[in-house]
């Protein structure tokens, strides 16, 4: 089974940064995409950010050129930079691997990211 492991929530100020980062247990060269979701307080669960097997990416406009997803394929890991935090970044943050139509899709346990006075 493909497992997801998180790091690198935190509570920060606003304006502050953190780096999340999620390593899987598989090869993440494998998987279609690898993306970011977040869940606020009385929100959906909303992508953030992803990136797809041929390195393309995809951002919410109300974190781009804030966030930076990447991965380093070598580790089966992947990161979310996180710059310039606002409160309304706080979260629960899940990472998520895309393993294609026929094996489905799997998601982390999910980090908390508080940006907070």
């Known amino acids: 089974q493909v497992q997801l492991v998180e790091s690198g929530g935190g509570l920060v100020q606003p304006g502050g940064s953190l780096r999340l980062s999620c390593a899987a247990s598989?090869?993440?060269?494998?998987?279609?995409?690898m993306g970011w979701y977040r869940q606020g307080p009385g929100n959906p669960r909303e992508l953030v950010a992803r990136?797809?097997?041929?390195?393309?990416?995809n951002y919410a406009d109300s974190v781009k050129g804030r966030f930076t997803i990447s991965r380093d394929s070598a580790k089966n890991t992947v990161y979310l930079q996180m710059n310039n935090l606002k409160p309304e970044d706080t979260a629960v943050y899940y990472c998520?691997?895309?393993?294609?139509?026929?094996?489905?899709?799997?998601w982390g346990q999910g980090t908390q990211v508080t940006v907070s006075s």
């Open positions: 598989g090869s993440i060269s494998s998987f279609r995409a």
């Open positions: 998520n691997a895309d393993r294609g139509l026929f094996n489905g899709a799997t």
């Open positions: 990136i797809s097997r041929d390195s393309s990416t």
